[in-house]
């Protein structure tokens, strides 16, 4: 099954030289841990200050600076992940080293998605 993970990080995160070198470490450790998860795609997103946030509203596009609203933690990255199931995913979610600075938000994708077939009901 494949999941999306999206990592959020604390607005005012600053990480420490002892931080920034825990995570390198972390994230060399956690590259090795492939027998649980197969990464597809991940991303670490620029800050969020340079974020576009498009609407449309009566056939006008709308453009807003930043992200889509405030918040106390903004989107700082993704992976995109095949697992066994939801169990083996939120057990590799737990070790990366970020989590422990922020959140990560798991959630399963729909298979074989097609615009066409959509019902868009969220």
């Not at 999206?6 to 030289?17: G, H, K, R, S």
Request: glycine share 6%; proline share 5%.
């Amino acid at each position: 099954m494949k999941y999306v993970c999206l990592i959020y990080v604390p607005a005012d995160f600053v990480p420490t030289a002892d931080d920034r070198e825990a995570l390198r470490k972390g994230y060399a450790d956690h590259v090795e841990m492939h027998d649980e998860a197969a990464i597809l795609a991940r991303a670490r997103l620029r800050e969020a200050a340079t974020a576009t946030t498009v609407r449309v509203r009566g056939g006008q596009r709308l453009l807003s600076d930043g992200p889509y609203a405030e918040a106390k933690e903004l989107l700082g990255g993704f992976y995109l992940i095949e697992c066994a199931d939801l169990d083996a995913a939120l057990d590799y979610v737990t070790r990366m080293p970020i989590v422990a600075y922020g959140a990560i938000e798991v959630r399963p994708i729909v298979e074989n998605w097609t615009p066409e077939r959509e019902s868009f009901r969220y």
